[in-house]
């Protein structure tokens, strides 16, 4: 028997700044850190772990597809909407050690998700 899990949500990019001053870019959110992680589990076991979100046709979300395929994260159910980009968070951590999280993903292509023609 093969496992099949989906998880629906929000993958953005992530702005990790450090004390160098430069930033590092990554890919999280609740949902899909827990796909990830679980896809990594389930190396060793017969399982299906898909995430279904919305993309943009820009560069970031390409980069992100690929990073979904290289974790064995099936991407059947993730359109990519023309003219539409990834949500985008910066960390910033302060000298005690406090992150602060700013968020701009008012207009991310994953709010289109239902609106996708592609979304029956």
């Known amino acids: 028997m093969s496992i099949k899990f989906a998880a629906i949500g929000e993958c953005m990019l992530e702005m990790s700044h450090s004390s160098s001053g430069q930033y590092a870019m990554g890919f999280a959110g609740d949902t899909f850190n827990v796909t990830l992680y679980l896809a990594r589990y389930a190396q060793d076991i017969p399982a299906d772990v898909y995430y279904v979100t ?24 993730i359109p990519c909407l023309a003219n539409e980009m990834p949500g985008l968070y910066f960390i910033e951590t302060d000298d005690d050690g406090e992150r602060h999280l700013h968020y701009y993903r008012s207009n991310a292509a ?7 023609p592609n979304v029956d």
């Open 54 to 77: 919305a993309l943009g046709d820009d560069p970031y979300s390409q980069r992100m597809l690929e990073f979904f395929n290289q974790e064995n994260i099936k991407t059947d159910f």
């Open 110 to 116: 994953a709010r289109h998700f239902f609106q996708s």
